[in-house]
């Protein structure tokens, strides 16, 4: 069974790897790169303060610490203690991969990159009003889609590296939200 489920992930991976071109590397690349994020998650930190200005004061930690508790969890305790090798060190698959942002560190299980994005996205989508902010949510949870298969577009990444990341980031989101609204149980408007 085991074996299976890892065939699935190299073929799968290597179908979405192999599903390139000139446009799909340069979206790919620009969405992985940290140096894109830093300014899009610095206008909506300021964004958070100017809206919602005192409930900011304990909106910030709660994200901040859903995204950090994700992302110490994936990449200090999962990578060092399954130590499973990225796809581009991965000599069952890495002759039957396309790189073209080249390789990241040694480890991937689980995706820190998922599991960062699906946090903060799972975070807003509970946190912020039903009915209210649709746009706002729609567009961090297509960026957390694009940013995951970016992971496995770029080699980076199985997609059970990605699943697994997302799914501890949706799991942080969702409890860091669910504290927020028990101690900020007035409606955020």
Not at 45 to 62: D, K, N, S
Not at 140 to 145: K, Q
Request: aromatic letters at 14%; a positive charge.
């Amino acid at each position: 069974m085991l074996e299976t489920i890892k065939t699935l992930d190299r073929q799968l991976l290597v179908a979405i790897n192999h599903a390139n071109g000139p446009v799909l590397d340069a979206v790919m690349v620009f969405a992985s790169n940290r140096l894109v994020w830093f300014p899009a998650y610095a206008v909506l930190i300021g964004w958070l303060i100017y809206r919602f200005r005192r409930r900011a004061v304990l909106l910030l930690p709660l994200i901040f610490a859903a995204v950090g508790l994700a992302d110490s969890i994936t990449s200090r305790i999962f990578k060092p203690f399954f130590g499973r090798p990225r796809p581009c060190h991965d000599a069952t698959v890495f002759t039957q991969l396309y790189l073209p942002d080249g390789c990241g560190g040694q480890f991937g299980f689980l995706s820190s990159h998922a599991a960062n994005s699906m946090a903060l996205a799972v975070f807003m989508a509970i946190a912020l009003p039903a009915g209210r902010f649709q746009l706002l949510k729609i567009i961090i949870f297509a960026w957390a889609l694009l940013l995951s298969y970016s992971r496995m577009y770029l080699g980076a990444h199985y997609p059970t590296d990605v699943l697994g990341g997302a799914a501890i980031g949706a799991l942080l989101g969702c409890f860091a939200a669910l504290a927020f609204q028990h101690w900020a149980p007035e409606q955020i408007q």
